[in-house]
């Protein structure tokens, strides 16, 4: 039965031109981003919807004063399986980055632009194919009349791009009832070229600004004053002992080791005969789940003062930003191996399950103890001038996830 929902997705190709066009011309931007936010998308699609003859069709409004409609569209969608207690939930969001700079484009970013089996536009790959694959699903499952082993539901979400709040961080804290706990989830939102990258997993993140202070003066004199610039110099190259402190090793991860990084330094003095008094610099750590973040922080403080009494400096951290890890989704867990055979039987390629340094939706479902995982082929153009997508990696992708209703 599903080989007719298969067969039927093969066809489509002109239904992802269609979609993607009217997508594009419709740019959805967050109000931090300088735009009015998904409405006029998500119109778009609550009609679309309608007309493929879709009838459990919820809109979601969260609250938002910024935006002149003042709310942020969230738009759930559900076909009916043969066992309705069970759901796969697709998740994708419709609001877009800016095109930044537009000299940077070859053609239009917010027209869409085919060239073969590829089509160009700000969102055509984040997150509109993700989005147009669920939704051809669904068409092809009702033109089909195809009834799924589970349901099928969908959800369109706001405000991805800066931050969740308004999009699925409010559906699952706000309107958890939607979820059920068998329900499996896919945020077709990352991913590898050649299809092979499920995420099941993300490090800590932990960003850190250090501050040494010493005592500016002359630096023909440097004997009156504590200079801050050695301070920081052996602050950083001695940070690096975390790596031995922290050194668990994990397979699941690329890389497979915690990472404390020293990224941004700022400027100290303006001249070079002042010898510095003040330097701040910022470490970026990725650390594996497991690791407590606060073990961490308690690591960093020994190193500065140890750097603190060598060097008569006095060495302060603050943290900038802080994300600990959600629970991981199970290698074995029936999301993954549900995907892992439907990429095998559409792509012919192993999928393997693996961790990133941080950073996606997934997490907000992993800490209310859901298995979600990310995936799809993606070529990686996200938020780059010249966004492209593929035409066939959007239906293929569509084939995948009816795989997943088997
Ligand atoms: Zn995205």
């Known amino acids: 039965m599903l080989q007719s929902v298969i067969d039927h997705l093969s066809l489509a190709a002109e239904d992802v031109v269609s979609l993607q066009r009217d997508l594009v011309a419709l740019p959805a931007l967050g109000p931090i981003n300088g735009g009015q936010g998904e409405k006029d998308k998500a119109d778009y699609l609550l009609g679309y919807l309608t007309r493929i003859g879709l ?3 919820q809109e979601i409004k969260v609250p938002d004063n910024r935006v002149p409609c003042g709310y942020r569209p969230n738009i759930v969608a559900r076909i009916p399986g043969q066992d309705t207690s069970r759901t796969l939930w697709i998740m994708s969001h419709m609001d877009v980055v800016p095109a930044g700079d537009e000299s940077l484009w070859n053609t239009p970013p917010f027209e869409l632009h085919r060239d073969g089996d590829l089509i160009f536009g700000r969102g055509v790959e984040d997150n509109h194919q993700g989005l147009v694959s669920s939704l051809l699903l669904a068409k092809a499952l009702l033109e089909t009349n195809t009834t799924p082993a589970i349901n099928l539901g969908l959800a369109f979400v706001a405000d991805e791009e800066t931050g969740s709040g308004y999009g699925l961080g409010a559906l699952v804290e706000d309107h958890g ?10 945020i077709p939102d990352g991913g590898a070229p ?15 600004k250090a501050t040494v202070t010493g005592k500016q003066c002359h630096a023909s004199r440097p004997h009156h004053g504590i200079n801050s610039l050695r301070g920081v110099a052996a602050l950083i190259l001695e940070l690096d002992q975390l790596h031995e402190l922290f050194p668990d090793n994990d397979p699941l991860f690329s890389p497979p080791i915690s990472t404390f990084t020293p990224t941004k330094k700022e400027a100290n003095v303006d001249n070079i005969n002042t010898m510095p008094g003040r330097d701040v610099v910022y470490i970026d750590s990725r650390i594996l789940p497991g690791i407590a973040i606060d073990d961490v922080l308690a690591a960093m403080q020994r190193i500065g003062d140890q750097v603190a009494d060598q060097y008569a400096v006095s060495v302060a951290f603050q943290v ?7 629970p991981i989704t199970h290698p074995e867990s029936d999301i993954v191996t549900r995907l892992k055979k439907a990429i095998k039987q559409i792509y012919q390629v192993e999928a393997k399950p693996q961790g990133i340094g941080g950073g996606t939706v997934a997490a907000f479902l992993r800490r ?14 996200a938020h780059q001038p010249n966004e492209q997508a593929s035409i066939s990696h959007t239906l293929k992708d569509a084939q995948v996830m009816a795989c997943l209703l088997a």
């Not at 103890?369 to 993606?378: E, H």
């Open 177 to 186: 009832h939607l979820f059920g706990p068998e329900d499996l989830f896919l």
């Open 368 to 381: 209310k103890g859901y298995d979600a995982v990310v995936w799809s082929t993606l070529m990686n153009f």
């Open 320 to 326: 900038v930003q802080r994300e600990d890890a959600a």
């Open 194 to 208: 050649q299809s092979d990258l499920i995420e099941i997993a993300e490090k800590s993140q932990l960003w850190v």
């Open 55 to 57: 009838t459990d069709v």
